[in-house]
């Protein structure tokens, strides 16, 4: 609501003031019908002259009309107008506006009912159009923005409206723009907060989500297990034509076994025993054994025979 001005009650204030005070001093006994008057016009010189003082502040702009037709648009700053002749029947704001609208329940394209939370951003920037040529603005660029969203939400799919919402917001604020330029309002932007959907379909997605990460899960390891399944086959045909090389990795592989702690057994593939001449299973195990062993002082020499 659009607050009073003090400047008018002010100037109400200093006439009648003035009108008693001429009346006062005319309160002789030979002039007291002429003080009666002077009350009586001073108190509606009052009147018409606080009547007729206007003052718009600097983001308004006030329709005048004189005898029902449009004379001008005024303001900001101090105007007048003829008492009774004319009249100020709508005071426009012409600062940028925000109003919330919202659809609920409403179907999308492969008929899910969502609620949608939207904000409009507008201003009106034709005072005239917006005061003459739409009975209440304000509700009509509501009305508007609801129309234009359940539209959209009707024409696009669930997926697109959560991952797109830059995209629909310019769509709608196109459409409500459209609707609204004859009315001297022009749309800034529309901002799409939030998008609701029914709780079973939210779990429904949930698990549908987890599904895929586990599937996507069990295909990187099956592709790094194949990844490695190949670079043992290029070691292979590396071992098979060096057979240098595959001598030492298979002492390494030994050495690894036997420099851990409490080692007692090493197990390694025959032909890595055959290769490297260290005898059958049994002799690495001896050999195993005899390494985790802490070594024994050495045993003195035998006596010699009597």
Do not use: C
């Not at 659809?103 to 003459?132: G, M, R």
């Not at 029914?198 to 779990?203: E, G």
């Amino acid at each position: 609501m659009r607050k009073s001005n003090s400047l008018p009650t002010l100037i109400f204030v200093v006439i009648l003031a003035l009108g008693l005070g001429l009346a006062y001093s005319t309160a002789a006994p030979p002039a007291y019908q002429a003080s009666g008057w002077i009350v009586i016009l001073t108190l509606a010189a009052a009147f018409v002259v606080a009547y007729a003082v206007k003052i718009a502040d600097q983001w308004e702009r006030v329709v005048v009309l004189r005898l029902g037709r449009f004379r001008s648009l005024e303001g900001p700053g101090l105007f007048f107008i003829i008492p009774i002749i004319e009249t100020v029947p709508y005071w426009i704001d012409t600062r940028v506006i925000t109003s919330a609208f919202k659809a609920e329940k409403t179907l999308t394209k492969d008929t899910v009912p969502v609620d949608v939370d939207a904000v409009l951003f507008w201003k009106v920037i034709d005072p005239k159009k917006a005061a003459l040529d739409v009975a209440d603005y304000y509700g009509a660029i509501n009305w508007a923005a609801q129309t234009a969203l359940r539209d959209v939400i009707g024409k696009t799919m669930l997926a697109d409206m959560l991952e797109g919402r830059e995209k629909i917001s310019a769509e709608l604020q196109k459409i409500i723009d459209v609707r609204t330029e004859p009315w001297g309002i022009n749309v800034i932007s529309v901002e799409v907060k939030d998008v609701l959907i029914p709780s079973a379909l939210q779990d429904a997605m949930s698990m549908q989500a987890q599904a895929e990460r586990e599937r996507q899960a069990r295909v990187i390891l099956g592709d790094s297990e194949r990844q490695v399944a190949e670079k043992f086959g290029e070691a292979a045909q590396t071992y098979a034509n060096n057979p240098t090389a595959f001598h030492l990795r298979a002492m390494n592989m030994l050495y690894e076994g036997l420099k851990r702690d409490n080692a007692t057994i090493v197990i390694v593939p025959s032909t890595a025993v055959e290769t490297m001449q260290l005898g059958g299973l049994a002799g690495v195990t001896a050999l195993t054994q005899t390494l985790g062993q802490p070594r024994a002082a050495a045993a003195p020499p035998p006596a010699p025979p009597a």
